[in-house]
Nanobody, 127 residues
Framework: QGPLVESGGGSVQTGGSLKLSCDGSRYPNSRYCLAWFRRAPGKERLGVASMDSDGYIRMRDSLRGRFTLSKERANNTLYLQMNNLQPDDTAMYYC?????????????????????WGQGIHVTVTA
């Protein structure tokens, strides 16, 4: 299977919206975790949202209400709808997956749990 590939990033003004896509899930027909992480300049990579193969969604507390996670089953594409974007949302956004459930997001070892990663895509929010 090919690599995970993110798309939909770019530059947007404060208050605008972007929708990120992640293609290439390695586990389309079994249990899995799919997740979005982001790394802002000078900070560690943190979990944004995750979804398991049962459709259970986790969302970082600080982003709840602005970001929405969804998945298109037909092609295994993972989407991250980002609304009311703020300058603090500026970061490199990554998608990742793992062939298990119980997808960690906000725990200290969340990043290490995932097996496959995309190259990341830039999101820039101008003030």
């Amino acid at each position: 299977q090919g690599p995970l590939v993110e798309s939909g990033g770019g530059s947007v003004q404060t208050g605008g919206s972007l929708k990120l896509s992640c293609d290439g899930s390695r586990y389309p027909n079994s249990r899995y975790c799919l997740a979005w992480f982001r790394r802002a300049p000078g900070k560690e990579r943190l979990g944004v949202a995750s979804m398991d193969s049962d459709g259970y969604i986790r969302m970082r507390d600080s982003l709840r209400g602005r970001f929405t996670l969804s998945k298109e089953r037909a092609n295994n594409t993972l989407y991250l709808q980002m609304n009311n974007l703020q300058p603090d949302d500026t970061a490199m956004y990554y998608c990742a997956d793992r062939d298990q459930l119980n997808c960690p997001l906000q725990s200290a070892n969340a990043e290490a749990y995932y097996q496959f990663w995309g190259q990341g895509i830039h999101v820039t929010v101008t003030a």
